[in-house]
């Protein structure tokens, strides 16, 4: 039951409202019909059969069915557990639902988990910092501590530039939300990540950053996490390792700096081709240049030669070029799965034969219709 203040012309009053909840399932009902025998409560005795023949605790007595229908009834009835010591069907709902009273027979996995990550559903969060709604309430790393602690493996975190372009906040960006610093949010992270399970926690990243903090962003993660992350040795995976292969490492998903630039560059060439106007600088900006495929194996070695021999005092340009592709660069080597989104129909990227592992995001809906449209395909995809 919650309620909230109703004003208008000429007073405010308050009104009540009840949360709905959902009701027992199908199978719950069919199994409560037949153990109630077809009645409308079921009685200590019958639970008993139930929790024999169906939960398979063979060493459960009549007096524990007894005791079980008497703390249903105190937790969800206070009045009722006087006058009846029978469950109904939303009672027998409840009990099977919680945690505390019908708890798992076991915490162990048994699921064979030496098979690529994809081939599994992951328990994900989404803008798992904000304490409330993603309009106005705050940003905190308690959100994200609280979700780790329940078994969350997938952490999404919004990066922005701070006001003085110096630092990084985690918000819900453009909205009334008050941002918290990323270093805390990667600290609670680090503390808390494995706390509810060894399998790998996956940092997703909306960057809004520039060169300069990407490279900050990669040094705190460095520092944080050190050893925990991991970093692949290539960075066209074909399969991604297994749950059992990542146990306690931090995985690091974002979409790649030089994918961003390009996007950028797509879009800045539009505009300017429709004023009439085309230059250099209008197009890539002050960003250094892509890397083409053949100098990928010599980035680090060209960064180190050609560009660093020209920084020095009387060139702060070009110290400050080679600044940014130097951040950029050990930003995007942290990046473990790229991002991206689809660049034509689904049905033609569920046919692409890449060459490396990558997220795609998709709506629940698009998600939905594919299954719907294309079952075939998106299982072969992911598997």
Not at 86 to 97: I, M, Q
Not at 193 to 208: G, K, M, N, R
Not at 240 to 253: D, N, T
Request: proline content about 5%; overall charge negative; aromatic content about 8%.
């Amino acid at each position: 039951m919650g309620s909230y203040l109703l004003c208008g012309l000429p007073a405010c009053f308050t009104r009540k409202h009840k949360v709905a909840e959902a009701g027992p399932p199908a199978d719950v009902k069919e199994m409560f019909k037949k153990y109630a025998e077809g009645g409308t409560h079921m009685t200590a005795e019958q639970l008993w059969q139930f929790l024999v023949e169906v939960q398979g605790h063979g060493g459960v007595s009549i007096e524990d069915a007894e005791q079980i229908v008497d703390q249903v009834l105190q937790r969800w009835h206070h009045i009722a557990r006087f006058t009846r010591r029978s469950l109904t069907v939303e009672d027998f709902h409840h009990y099977l639902f919680s945690t505390d009273l019908n708890p798992p027979l076991g915490n162990q996995v048994y699921q064979d988990m030496t098979a690529p990550l994809s081939h599994y559903f992951i328990y994900t969060g989404h803008n798992s910092y904000l304490i409330g709604n993603q309009f106005s309430s705050d940003c905190s790393d308690v959100p994200i501590t609280k979700a780790l602690k329940r078994g969350v493996r997938v952490i999404e975190l919004d990066l922005w530039p701070n006001s003085a372009k110096d630092d990084v906040l985690v918000l819900h960006g453009r909205t009334l939300t008050t941002p918290v610093e990323l270093i805390k949010c990667l600290r609670a992270i680090k503390e808390n990540a494995f706390s509810a399970s060894p399998y790998p926690v996956i940092l997703t990243f909306e960057d809004h950053l520039n060169p300069h903090l990407q490279a900050k962003v990669a040094q705190m993660i460095t520092q944080t996490f050190g050893a925990m992350l991991y970093s692949p040795e290539s960075e066209c995976l074909k399969e991604f390792p297994s749950p059992e292969e990542l146990k306690y490492r931090i995985i690091i998903s974002t979409k790649p700096p030089k994918e961003r630039r390009e996007k950028k560059g797509i879009n800045n060439r539009k505009d300017i081709s429709a004023k009439g106007k085309i230059s250099t600088e209008d197009v890539l900006g002050k960003e250094p240049p892509d890397l083409t495929a053949n100098q990928a194996d010599d980035e680090r070695s060209d960064y180190d030669t050609s560009e660093h021999n020209q920084c020095d005092e009387d060139n702060t340009e070009a110290c400050d070029r080679v600044t940014r592709a130097s951040g950029t660069l050990a930003y995007k080597r942290l990046i473990a799965i790229h991002n991206g989104k689809l660049k034509g129909c689904l049905k033609e990227e569920l046919n692409l034969q890449l060459e490396k592992v990558r997220r795609i995001s998709l709506s629940e809906q698009k998600f939905e219709k594919a299954a719907v449209s294309y079952g075939t395909d998106v299982v072969r995809k992911i598997f």
